[in-house]
């Protein structure tokens, strides 16, 4: 989105190095990721993209042997801070994950466990109105307004998966991470998810990675492309996809590699 | 070329055909032992569930009671029921001789003076009047009775004399000896006298120690495996910590025995003989074990529940509260059951910390002296008395019931609430 023709960085992460133990991930990531845009992050297998992506939500610190070095800077405030609050960061950015992993709860447990752990509903009432609009975001309340009191992993894996989504956004944040979210996925229920994060957009950023350059095509208006830990190349999908600087970019896209 | 292979494929099935063969009859092993024990143990423990009486019409004779006319409740409670009780069984025979008398007194239990004074108290008008009182035969009678004496032994070999069985057999043929459920095998504590020996004191003894071995173990374990899988870093300390869990729990339970012993009893000084230090020991022995099953179980839920919860913002405690030790606690619970059954049928660390002394009165507290039912097969299983190797067997019924049923409840506990993943 341009506000007076200026681009809006929402994410801005600077020299980003990541590590397992002693080996090395990540190599001096330097990306900006614009508000209200779907940012696609593409590369082969093992490339880091999604090591990348749990580094915007600090979610590698679960990993003990995991350290991050560097700078994410998102509205201007470095979340690898000392004084970045995990429980907060974590609020403003929610994350949807490859295989839909619903809690073993009904639907509205589901949708209501952010909001009730960060305390953002004062009462039943309002309660129901956040399952509600996040449900009907998600595009999900049609099919399951009937029975929210039944157990989430009950439906259908493109269902789960939107659920997944309700659940992230119920506590409205800011940003959206998508960790491949397709791949568990049949083509009508992805062409569905699809729909759903255009949708989203208006409302989040979004930063999704996948395995499907088509995908990346369709939804994103930004792409990065990694290999081997080393973003190569990122701009606006357009040019990624037509005319890219890099000759390893050209390569994945036209499907020699990867 | 062809031939060759042919011969490959009938070795292979072959092969297949004899290891079948070979499972199968493991498992009819397996199934034959089991059937023997079985049958062996009913067959020898049914009759203790039985009790021989003999009826003996007593004389409620008043004067012999040194009982004044229109006695108060009181003076029924403190007469003296000695003589009576004596000379309702030497009516048995009168013409006995003095030696023949002590035999006829022998015939019944040792405490039968008890159970005539239970009978006017249950009815004073009985004084002065006399009634068919149902009397417990001795042990060695109710053998006889039951068919497991060897009535055709040379005399001095018998515990029963000739003149014994006379008497008896005559009773039975008035049809004065009955035979009834063994209510007091239940309601009894233990008793040197085998027909009045129950196992009251070591059932509450051993419900006692569990549930004390319960409310020591099962917090400490879930918090320690909550701990080490949620909370604490992978490093060598607690791989250190994980491998003597372990080992731990392959310790030989007479070493916890010595250690309740020697600390509980000699450093703390709590009670000798106590389902309280029974319960302690025994908790030492089972901590292992829910340590063991809690991890795994919490090991079993999927990492993706909990990057679900942290993802949307859970701290670490609510993510472990909320999702992992819910979804952790069928399998908890169950590995728990299966430890205290364990626990249950643990009879050396007992016999250590004392409860294998002789309790004849029924434990009200973890802090009363008491048995437990493993010890108290053990205790049984010493006596000499021919009256007491049914009673093992019904023992052995008691606690192998007592164990199917945790089992049971384990496994059910398993099935109904573990949840399944998508």
């Not at chain 1, 490859?98 to 952010?114: A, D, I």
């Not at chain 1, 944040?173 to 998508?178: K, R, T, W, Y």
């Not at chain 2, 909550?226 to 250190?240: G, H, Q, S, V, W």
């Not at chain 2, 070493?255 to 020991?281: D, E, K, N, Y």
Request: with cysteine; aromatic share 8%; proline share 5%.
């Amino acid at each position: 989105m341009r506000k007076n023709g200026v681009k809006m960085i929402k994410i801005k992460a600077k020299d980003v190095d990541v590590f397992y133990g002693k080996k090395q991930a990540l190599f001096n990531i330097s990306l900006d990721i614009e508000e209200n845009q779907v940012t696609a992050l593409i590369g082969p297998s093992g490339c880091g993209k999604s090591t990348f992506l749990r580094c915007l939500n600090r979610m590698n610190d679960v990993i003990d042997i995991c350290s991050v070095k560097g700078e994410i800077l998102i509205n201007d405030f470095n979340i690898n801070d000392k004084g970045c609050d995990v429980v907060r960061l974590r609020e403003k950015i929610g994350m949807v994950f490859q295989k839909p992993n619903p809690f073993p709860k009904t639907l509205y447990e589901n949708v209501s466990y952010g909001p009730t752990i960060h305390g953002i509903a004062q009462s039943k009432q309002e309660m129901d109105e956040i399952v509600e609009t996040s449900l009907k975001k998600a595009a999900l309340w049609e099919e399951v307004k009937d029975r929210l009191h039944e157990p989430g992993t009950g439906l259908s894996g493109g269902q789960q998966q939107r659920l997944c989504i309700a659940r992230a956004i119920s506590v409205r944040p800011e940003v959206i991470l998508m960790d491949e979210p397709c791949s568990a996925l049949d083509p009508i229920a992805t062409a569905q998810i699809e729909e759903l994060i255009d949708e989203l957009k208006k409302e989040h950023t979004i930063i999704i990675v996948t395995h499907s350059m088509a995908q990346a095509a369709r939804v994103s208006q930004n792409t990065g492309f990694f290999h081997l830990g080393q973003l190569i190349e990122h701009g606006s999908t357009d040019k990624i996809f037509k005319n890219p600087d890099n000759k390893k970019t050209q390569d994945y896209i036209t499907g020699r590699f990867g | 070329m062809n031939k060759n292979k042919e011969q490959l494929l009938n070795k292979r099935y072959k092969a297949e055909q004899r290891f079948r063969l070979y499972g199968q009859s493991a498992i009819f092993m397996a199934l034959l032992f089991l059937t023997i024990f079985i049958f062996k143990i009913f067959s020898t423990g049914y009759s203790a569930f039985q009790k021989t009486w003999l009826i003996v019409p007593v004389n409620f004779d008043a004067e012999l009671m040194m009982l004044d006319e229109n006695p108060t409740k009181q003076d029924i409670e403190d007469a003296d029921y000695y003589e009576i009780a004596l000379q309702s069984m030497w009516n048995l025979d009168p013409n006995a001789n003095e030696d023949q008398q002590n035999q006829l007194k022998r015939m019944v239990s040792y405490f039968f003076e008890r159970e005539i004074k239970q009978e006017l108290l249950k009815d004073p008008n009985l004084l002065g009047k006399t009634k068919e009182v149902y009397l417990t035969a001795s042990d060695d009678l109710d053998q006889v009775f039951k068919g497991n004496y060897p009535r055709d032994l040379p005399e001095d070999q018998r515990r029963v004399s000739d003149y014994q069985l006379k008497i008896f057999d005559q009773l039975v043929a008035n049809g004065n000896v009955e035979s009834k459920f063994n209510i007091s095998f239940f309601t009894n504590a233990d008793s040197r006298e085998a027909e009045l020996a129950g196992i009251a004191s070591s059932f509450m003894g051993s419900i006692f120690s569990i549930l004390v071995c319960l409310m020591i173990a099962f917090p400490v374990a879930v918090l320690a495996a909550i701990y080490l899988e949620e909370f604490a870093p992978k490093n060598r300390f607690t791989d250190f910590i994980e491998v003597n869990i372990n080992n731990l729990a392959a310790v030989p339970s007479i070493v916890f025995g010595l250690l309740g012993l020697g600390v509980l009893l000699a450093i703390f000084q709590l009670p000798r003989s106590t389902p309280l230090v029974g319960g302690i020991t025994l908790s030492l022995m089972t901590l292992p074990t829910i340590i063991i099953a809690a991890r795994a179980s919490l090991k079993a839920v999927p990492p993706s529940i909990r990057e679900a919860a942290l993802a949307m913002g859970a701290s670490r405690m609510q993510t472990t509260m909320h999702h992992t030790v819910p979804l952790s606690m069928p399998g908890t619970l169950s590995g728990t059951i299966i430890g205290l059954a364990q626990a249950l049928g643990e009879t050396a660390p007992l016999i250590l910390i004392g409860m294998v002394a002789f309790v004849n009165t029924i434990p009200g507290s973890p802090m009363d002296p008491a048995a437990s039912l493993p010890v108290q097969i053990y205790i049984w299983a010493e006596s000499a008395e021919r009256g007491f190797v049914e009673k093992v067997s019904a023992c052995i019924m008691v606690l192998l019931s007592f164990l199917i049923i945790m089992n049971l409840f384990a496994q059910i506990i398993r099935h109904k609430f573990e949840k399944k993943w998508s």
